[in-house]
């Protein structure tokens, strides 16, 4: 027998998919409450029961995303101990990860813009804020400041969101997101250096 929480999951999950795939296709504005509840094959109240607007669903399906690209990027093996180049090329990954024609319109055009810069940057901080400071703590130099790598990570979360809604919004992506990767590398690198201190 089938629980009331198994129902609303499996309501959820299928309003997830019927809402990112409408909007990958149609972009945002041109889909409808509507076009969701009949594609997911659910009752409008239903839809309202989970979603207080089209938007909330947007929000729910940028973060599925994000939670998506964090995944993979975990799942990327790295040397231990890592390296800066390691760190380098695992933000180029986000970049083209993010820029991916599945992902690209709702993660870096329409997420920002729909859902403004505050609520997208808390989605996208939610995600890699810790497994970017816990990857500049092992590339710093041993006995780093704490404060001082907890603004290295406001810093380049800072130039990698930059650099993905310059990717998302290039003609190329993944040209754009080679050309911004080897900047963040040059970052990386300067970042992990030994600096003297007064």
């Known amino acids: 027998m089938v629980s009331q929480r198994e129902r609303s999951e499996r309501t959820i999950a299928a309003i997830l998919e019927a809402g990112r795939a409408l909007m990958t296709e149609a972009g945002y504005a041109g889909v409808t409450v509507d076009d969701v509840t009949a594609r997911a094959g659910v009752a409008k109240g239903a839809y309202y029961h989970h979603f207080s607007s089209k938007q909330t669903l947007l929000d729910a399906v940028v973060d599925q995303l994000q939670g998506e690209i964090a995944d993979e990027l975990r799942a990327d093996r790295r040397p231990e101990p890592l390296s800066s180049d390691d760190l380098a090329a695992a933000l180029e ?81 993944d040209r754009a997101a080679r050309r911004y990767g080897e900047v963040l590398r040059d970052l990386v690198a300067g970042l992990a250096s030994p600096h003297k201190t007064d």
């Open 93 to 173: 990954g986000y970049l083209r990860r993010a820029a991916d024609p599945a992902r690209r319109r709702l993660v870096l055009v329409e997420g920002p813009e729909v859902l403004g810069w505050e609520r997208w940057r808390e989605i996208d901080d939610a995600h890699f804020a810790g497994m970017t400071h816990a990857a500049l703590e092992a590339i710093l130099p041993a006995g780093t400041d704490p404060e001082r790598v907890s603004a290295a990570t406001r810093l380049l979360l800072g130039a990698v969101m930059e650099a993905a809604l310059a990717t998302g919004r290039a003609p190329e992506p």
